[in-house]
């Protein structure tokens, strides 16, 4: 089987008055279609880089960056994107909000059947009945949920997700977790989410990728094979909380703290 991203030995600096920033070094990751990769690792690593070499927003000094069987050098309109405060347009409402990427990757899409596209997802996500709303007037998680429908309503190869839940409190936080995994129960897109939440990363991963400190490479992939229809109680059970302490002792050798 093939990968849908495919990351070989990715190394990269960046250019900074001070000298060349090496951030990555040794960089390696595959994710097969439809499956979920998140990726942890110490705070200032290279992780927000990883994702802009994804979206082909920059391209790296040595190594490939593969996307669906073509080298990714620039920008591409297939991938849907996720960040820690959603962007949401305050002058349109969460429906017009939600509808603008097909704006874009499908303009001639009749504006009935955009609407039914967004309309499934805010539904999908517990939002209809909100959808003639306006950004400022729903809360932090509902905005996210928002965010999260946009992101995927044209139906992007990849959605990658930088730290998305990171801002919200721990109820909303698995809250949203959960959805997240009603949404691709009923859609199977391939996801990257970077998180520093290793409960979140067991959760909704198919694999766990830690990475070093920087300048970062791949120090360790976990697979996660926990059942496919999972709860939050499976965190609870013993082969998620070995997970957990599996990646716990990952991060503190990856900060460099594990007492060697
Ligand atoms: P993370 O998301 O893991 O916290 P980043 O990928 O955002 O880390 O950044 C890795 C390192 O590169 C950090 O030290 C950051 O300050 C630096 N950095 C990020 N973007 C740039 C840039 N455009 N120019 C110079 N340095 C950068
Ligand atoms: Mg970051």
Request: hydrophobic content about 40%.
């Amino acid at each position: 089987m093939t990968n849908l991203i495919d990351i070989k030995g990715v190394r990269h600096a960046y250019r900074t008055k001070a000298g060349p920033l090496p951030v990555l070094d040794g960089l390696d990751v595959a994710v097969p279609e439809g499956e979920f990769c998140a990726v942890v690792g110490p705070s200032g690593c290279g992780k927000s880089t990883l994702t802009r070499l994804i979206a082909g927003l920059m391209v790296p000094d040595a190594g490939e960056v593969w996307l669906h069987g073509e080298r990714v050098t620039g920008p591409r309109k297939t991938v849907g994107m996720a960040f820690q405060n959603p962007v949401l347009l305050e002058w349109r409402t969460i429906l017009d909000n939600v509808i603008l990427p097909l704006e874009i990757v499908a303009p001639r899409m009749p504006r009935a059947d955009r609407e039914a596209r967004a309309m499934t997802l805010l539904k999908m996500v517990g939002l209809d009945g909100f959808e003639g709303k306006r950004p400022s007037e729903l809360s932090g998680g509902m905005r996210q949920r928002a965010s999260l429908c946009r992101a995927i309503v044209h139906k992007p190869d990849v959605l990658i997700m930088d730290e998305p839940f990171g801002a919200l409190d721990n109820f909303t936080r698995e809250d949203l977790w959960q959805t997240m995994r009603d949404l691709r129960a009923a859609e199977p897109f391939t996801c990257v989410l970077i998180t520093h939440d290793l409960r979140e990363s067991v959760f909704l991963g198919d694999q766990v990728v830690v990475l070093s400190g920087r300048p970062a490479r791949t120090q360790a992939v976990l697979n996660v094979d926990l059942p496919a229809d999972r709860t939050l109680d499976i965190l609870y059970e013993p082969k998620a909380q070995e997970m957990l302490h599996y990646l716990r002792d990952q991060i503190r050798v990856a900060q460099g703290r594990d007492g060697h």
